[in-house]
């Protein structure tokens, strides 16, 4: 099953995606929902900061298997950082490469970008 949301470019959006992901997701193990709450946190933050243009969220669903993609129409690449211990910002992809079982990066069309990170319900984390 698949469902999508679309959210404006305002710091709202970032809670309405959290929620639209975690009411998704409310049939899953809790720990699978507390990873995807984060990483869409994460990446909607991002989209909101880095673009400033409306984005989407979209959450398929299987019982084996969970996409989560957020897009945005901005241009460019997200690229994982390296901040200092000191720095407020900067650690959104390496929490989502920690959480995630895969994550990418694609072209969106026609413009943009979507970062999208699966989870494996199924499969035992160590």
Excluded at 23 to 37: G, Q
Excluded at 70 to 96: F, H, N, Y
Excluded at 103 to 115: D, F, I, M, N, Y
């Amino acid at each position: 099953m698949t469902e999508v949301r679309s959210y404006p470019p305002e710091p709202e959006s970032v809670t309405k995606a959290r929620v639209f992901v975690l009411e998704a997701l409310r049939s899953f193990p809790e720990d699978i929902i507390d990873r995807a709450e984060i990483m869409v946190s994460e990446l909607a933050t991002n989209a909101l900061r880095h673009t400033g243009t409306p984005f989407t969220v979209s959450v398929s669903t299987t019982p084996d298997h969970i996409r989560v993609e957020v897009t945005d129409a901005g241009g460019g690449r997200p690229r994982k950082q390296s901040p200092s211990p000191l720095e407020t910002s900067g650690r959104g992809l390496q929490i989502v490469e920690a959480l995630a079982d895969h994550w990418e990066v694609v072209p969106a069309q026609p413009s943009g970008k979507t970062v999208l990170f699966d989870l494996h319900p199924s499969v035992t984390r160590t």
